[in-house]
């Protein structure tokens, strides 16, 4: 039972232009949102988070969107260049379980020159 | 400042065989995790160390895998004896405290034939 879901496993946009990824979730229990980057032969690095108080978290060409209601986070990354081209995974912290992240599946972004 | 590391960077055993799988996280972290990427699919959480306490080992498939973190430092985790399936990317985590960034590192790649 997949608590954080990436339905889109690839997505491919023209550098400059806006990517969009999404990730639903379905445990109310999750106060705590991260998106890592990975890059092949390498381990996922740390982009950005938002906590379950905010609706929205911005980090230079990085913007996390929150929607409790519908269960629901994108990250959009505005402008995109070739160097974003990378699988990125959505995380959930459960309210209270410990430091343990619940990751989605990924979804592997191509930005094309 | 180092991050974390993991050795070996890749295995190839023969099912039946015996695997450990050491992390050394970031100086000074307590917090240290491990999960595991199979087959394309989410990474999933394993178990999670406070210093040298297994703080939650409900990811953990089965008693055949086992994991340690003598005197708080550096982590292994074997597993005897390997199965098809136990192969993947085996990533280990670190992070200080009471902090909700968990710092990565490159991976195991453990193929099982």
């Known amino acids: 039972d997949q608590q954080v879901k990436q339905n889109s496993p690839s997505l491919s946009v023209q550098e400059g232009r806006i990517s969009i990824l999404n990730c639903d979730y379905t445990n109310s229990m999750f106060d705590y949102f991260l998106w890592y980057k990975k890059y092949p032969a390498e381990g996922p690095t740390f982009l950005i988070s938002?906590?379950?108080?905010?609706d929205k978290n911005e980090d230079g060409r990085f913007t996390v969107f929150l929607n409790k209601s519908a269960k629901h986070l994108s990250l959009h990354i505005v402008p995109s260049q070739p160097g974003d081209s990378a699988v990125y995974f959505c995380?959930?912290?459960?309210?209270?379980?410990?430091?343990?992240?619940?990751f989605g599946q990924g979804t592997e972004l191509s930005v094309k020159p | 400042e180092a991050g974390v590391t993991q050795f070996p960077s890749h295995s190839v055993i023969e099912k039946g065989q015996t695997v450990t799988l050491r992390c050394d996280p970031i100086?000074?972290?307590?917090?240290l995790y491990w999960y595991r990427r199979v087959m394309g699919k989410e990474i999933k959480f394993l178990l999670h160390f406070v210093k040298e306490s297994k703080q939650d080992e409900s990811g953990m498939p089965n008693n055949r895998f086992l994991a340690e973190r003598t005197g708080g430092t550096y982590s292994t985790l074997k597993v005897q004896p390997a199965e098809l399936e136990d192969s993947g990317v085996y990533f280990c985590?670190?992070?200080?405290?009471?902090?909700?960034?968990?710092?990565f590192g490159p991976g195991t790649r453990l193929t099982v034939l």
């Open positions: 985590a670190s992070s200080p405290l009471l902090d909700n960034e968990q710092f």
């Open positions: 100086s000074g972290h307590d917090n």
């Open positions: 938002i906590s379950s108080i905010k």
């Open positions: 995380a959930a912290f459960p309210y209270n379980q410990g430091g343990k992240l619940i």
